[in-house]
């Protein structure tokens, strides 16, 4: 049965069978977390798709700010922090960013996208998104990886430009690791390749 652990003069369990049941928790929970999070990042972009469509689709400065300050103000009201103007101008520009809802990846927080647009290359900013979520990269790891305005080779190589960026980025990433590797002594070499080798790269 294992090893048995007290927990209290009327509870005694086997560890394993404690370490199973509370793994199964914690993956509930961890699954829970992540439904509740995408869905407030859609309802995020919702907002931010119906402000542009309230706007005209079009740049109209003065309704634009007065009608992004009325909504937040009543928002606050109603729902408490979160909707400041800042926030909401961040969902109108979230919507810009991302157009097609579809392509969002549920593995990425509110914070992962706000980062995420700051990118302004089209390319980079999807190749980073789907980067962050197969290699389930924290914010931190994703401001560690730097910020470039562009793929390399995106404005001149067509429809090959997806995997040219792909390209550059993996072995950019195989020489950073085999530096710190070499560095720390050892020669053994993989494909992975960790959020923080990733070099600082400025296009």
């Known amino acids: 049965m294992g090893e048995l652990v007290n927990r209290g003069e009327s ?6 069978f404690y370490k199973q049941v509370s793994s199964i928790l914690n993956a509930a929970r961890d699954k829970a977390y992540t439904a509740v999070n995408f869905a407030m990042v859609e309802a995020y972009w919702e907002i ?3 402000i542009l469509e309230e706007q005209g689709g079009e740049e ?4 634009g700010d007065a009608l992004i300050e009325g909504l937040s103000k009543r ?3 109603d729902y408490g922090k979160g909707f400041g103007i800042a926030n909401l101008r961040n969902m109108r520009q ?3 960013a991302f157009p097609i809802r579809d392509a969002l990846r549920s593995e990425l927080s509110w914070t992962h996208y706000r980062r995420l647009m700051r990118i302004p290359d089209p390319e980079a900013r999807t190749w980073y998104m789907n980067e962050c979520a197969d290699s389930r990269w924290s914010t931190r790891q994703l401001r560690r990886s730097g910020n470039p305005k562009e793929c390399p080779g995106s404005s001149t190589r067509g429809h090959h430009s997806r995997s040219i960026c792909t390209g550059v980025f993996r072995l950019l990433g195989r020489y950073c690791v085999s530096r710190e590797r070499s560095r720390a002594g050892t020669h053994h070499t993989s494909p992975e390749v960790s959020a923080r080798a990733w070099p600082r790269l400025r296009f």
């Open 11 to 16: 509870a005694i369990v086997p560890e394993g």
């Open 48 to 50: 931010g798709k119906s």
């Open 60 to 63: 109209r400065a003065k309704y």
């Open 75 to 77: 928002l606050t009201a």
């Open 94 to 96: 979230f919507f810009l």
